[in-house]
């Protein structure tokens, strides 16, 4: 048994046992992305994704946590995703969570009483790509949904009682939109209060259409310099309750780490000293 390449996890889940029941991303337009552009979006069959369970149980049958692939497993029917919980919580004793990928617009179509039902049975854990939280900026890249969209879909998550990771994306605004993308990216995420709020800097891949904006003029990339000023405005901004907070990830310019909003003060303190010192990760030395 095999996975189809290529395969995508969080980092969160380097650890963990990955099952993938879905191919590629149900939405699979955004202009920044290159995860699945080669990759249509299927699920699995029944047959194919117990088989698959098998093989996971016989390759680490200790498993703790389990990772389910690919993009939006969320999306899959819920009584399907029940079925799926119960099995593996039957068949690896020592499982304790099981996450997933989740869309916007998947989480939208599930009921409060759905998520509900999918945490009592296991589900502990929900990675959202917020992107940004401009309604300008989401609409260019082809998000999908609106800021108000972005923000009912992860407090409905989170009152479900699961586990919410965010994710931001550095100078997705470009020049033009980094201080809105900063400041409304601040908003949606104050509003949904996420466990979890991960920050990566923009890399522009060959294959996608932001490359050809870029190529085209319509989209400049933020220099480096103004990704520090928008990280600062936006952290000065976010009001948000015991969130751990990440900016660690290879493609980020400066690494960062704490619980807001408690080391706020210290995180500023720490981007002001890396602006003023020049202490920047080198441009080729970026990668995702």
């Known amino acids: 048994m095999t996975y189809e390449a290529p395969l995508y996890r969080p980092p969160s889940e380097a650890r963990s046992l990955i099952l993938q029941l879905t191919l590629g991303c149900s939405h699979n337009q955004c202009t920044f992305c290159y995860m699945y552009k080669g990759k249509p979006y299927r699920v699995k069959s029944r047959e194919a994704m117990w088989e698959h369970i098998a093989w996971g149980k016989a390759m680490d049958p200790g498993a703790r946590r389990i990772f389910l692939a690919d993009g939006n497993v969320l999306g899959l029917e819920t009584p399907l995703l029940l079925e799926i919980l119960a099995t593996l919580y039957r068949e690896f004793p020592s499982l304790e969570r099981v996450s997933v990928y989740g869309g916007p617009g998947d989480m939208l179509e599930k009921t409060p009483e759905e998520l509900t039902s999918l945490h009592q049975a296991g589900l502990q854990l929900v990675y959202l790509g917020v992107e940004s939280g401009s309604d300008t900026v989401l609409q260019q890249v082809r998000k999908g949904v609106t800021s108000e969209e972005m923000i009912t879909a992860g407090v409905r998550v989170r009152e479900a009682g699961i586990h919410l990771s965010c994710m931001l994306i550095s100078g997705l605004g470009g020049t033009i939109h980094w201080e809105a993308h900063a400041l409304e990216s601040a908003r949606v995420i104050s509003a949904i209060n996420p466990e979890y709020l991960g920050l990566l ?22 220099p480096p310099e103004k990704v520090l000023a928008e990280t600062r405005l936006l952290l000065e901004h976010l009001q948000v309750t015991d969130c751990t907070f990440r900016s660690n990830h290879p493609s980020n310019y400066l690494n960062l780490a704490g619980v807001l909003n408690q080391d706020q003060q210290r995180l500023l303190a720490e981007i002001k000293e890396a602006g003023e010192q020049g202490l920047l990760r080198p441009e080729g030395w970026r990668a995702l």
Not at 205 to 222: A, K, V, Y
């Open 201 to 222: 800097t923009l890399l522009v891949e060959d294959n996608t259409p932001l490359r050809r904006q870029i190529q085209q003029g319509s989209f400049q990339l933020l």
